[in-house]
């Protein structure tokens, strides 16, 4: 078997890095480049995407888009790590709340909030990942970054654990919201369970669980190919006479199209034979297009 290029949706089963679905993919096959897109903490769960050969070529592409996960919150302990696996560090008794008042304390987290990011995680600082301060029990400044929450709803509330379905963007710590929410609500929370259900067009009822893959022929049934992604980028078809332009990497006139194309416009770039050749952007002024990654097919 040649090339894979294309994108497996990955199930992932708790208690797996998501390093470790890679490794596993690679005992059935020996791709020339493998990548996953959007890391998920060893015991979450459910949908990772993950690019094949010419596919991985695709995967700036396909980073900074929406994240739909389903999480549940247990109220009244905290941890270090902001989530059971961790040190406890408190345990309380808790009340129950009234419902509105679990969601009066959920609004603040709509919209463009500042994290702290956990210190249990892969984020570096100055090369070093944070989670190794923490193991070393060196003390760091604590590091912050911008996020944006879309949507946040309660599912469910079963006392002590909240269940909520949350949107949000790319690099999200839903360990920090429920670390934050705790503090809302002054009881400590931690994050219970989790499980991404959409990473922007993949979707959970694309994915294919990690265990299904046991032959080669497995890779190939489920793999989706290069042209049905990014899907909800706009296609243009390049001619064979421009084709070789655009392979050099030079910019080609948007012929025969009666699209109102904006400034920066991402488009997926086809052959006539249907090939996809790679991603290109619009120039709006020059009425071109420039190829910003070339897929070699």
């Not at 993919?25 to 010419?54: C, Q, S, W």
């Not at 679990?102 to 500042?114: M, S, W």
């Not at 944070?130 to 946040?152: C, D, H, S, W």
């Not at 416009?265 to 996809?276: A, D, E, N, Q, V």
């Amino acid at each position: 078997m040649n090339n894979l290029d294309g994108f497996l949706v990955i199930d992932k089963n708790p208690g797996m890095s998501s390093y470790d679905i890679i490794r596993r993919l690679k005992r059935l096959h020996r791709f020339k480049k493998i990548g996953y897109i959007g890391t998920l903490d060893r015991n979450a769960t459910g949908v990772l995407p993950v690019a094949m050969d010419e596919g991985v070529k695709l995967i700036p592409f396909l980073e900074d888009v929406e994240k739909v996960y389903e999480a549940d919150f247990l109220l009244g302990m905290t941890t270090d790590t902001y989530d059971v696996e961790g040190k406890i560090l408190s345990e309380t008794v808790v009340e129950p709340f009234e419902f509105s008042v679990i969601d009066n304390a959920l609004k603040p987290f709509l919209g463009k909030i500042t994290q702290q990011i956990p210190m249990y995680s892969s984020k570096k600082l100055n090369r070093k990942p944070l989670y190794k301060y923490a193991r070393e029990g060196i003390e760091v400044e604590p590091q912050t970054k911008e996020v944006e929450i879309f949507q946040i709803r309660i599912t469910d509330y079963t006392h002590p654990h909240i269940r909520l379905e949350i949107t949000c963007s790319k690099g999200t710590y839903i360990r920090a919201v429920a670390n934050d929410l705790g503090r809302t609500l002054e009881c400590g929370a931690t994050l219970f369970s989790l499980k991404r259900t959409r990473h922007g067009e993949f979707t959970e009822t694309m994915s294919v669980n990690i265990d299904s893959f046991k032959t080669e022929q497995d890779l190939l049934n489920y793999t989706i190919s290069l042209d049905k992604v990014p899907g909800s980028m706009p296609a243009f078809v390049v001619e064979v006479a421009l084709e070789r332009f655009l392979r050099q990497g030079m910019p080609i006139p948007l012929l025969g199209e009666g699209k109102d194309w904006r400034q920066g416009t991402l488009i997926r770039l086809f052959s006539k034979k249907g090939l996809m050749i790679g991603i290109g952007m619009v120039d709006a002024a020059s009425r071109t297009v420039k190829v910003k990654r070339l897929i070699n097919m």
